[in-house]
């Protein structure tokens, strides 16, 4: 299995910096000093209902409206699943009824804030926008501009965690 599997499809020239990183031992000081602040507070699925519909409410205003949120130990990051996103749809009476769920695997409690937003919003944007296609990451985007930065340094923090089961940040208190 390739050291750098979280990071297929990124040029040549990211992938040379993070195996040059990582064969230095310096990959998880690199991203310590990238995000010095730790992990956030969101610790409880209340308070990431909250986080979550803080944002929906600020972007996607006309959006259906989400009716769970909740970490998930269940979902596999090392499978490359980070968050799901999901809906079902039934006839009530006449009116056929949505109800969707955001789904958030447990590892990016004790990661920083930056990486749980990039989560959030790509989920979010599955309201908007079925499809990872353009329309799709520019909605990402547009809800946070540091959308790709962040989603590539969560990959160097996966590629790490992969390599060393080194945790870089402690849970906040």
Known sequence: MSALKYLTGYPAPLLDQARKLMDQGRLGPALRARY???????RTDRQLYDYVV??????????????KVAYDSKIQVMQHALGQHTYVSRVQGGKLKAKHEIRVATLFRNLPEEFLRMIVVHELAHLKEKEHNKAFYGLCQRMEPQYHQYEFDLRLYLTHLDATREALWEPAG
């Open 36 to 42: 010095p602040q730790g992990a956030h507070g969101v």
């Open 54 to 67: 803080d944002l929906k409410n600020a972007y996607i205003r006309n959006g259906d409206p989400i009716s």
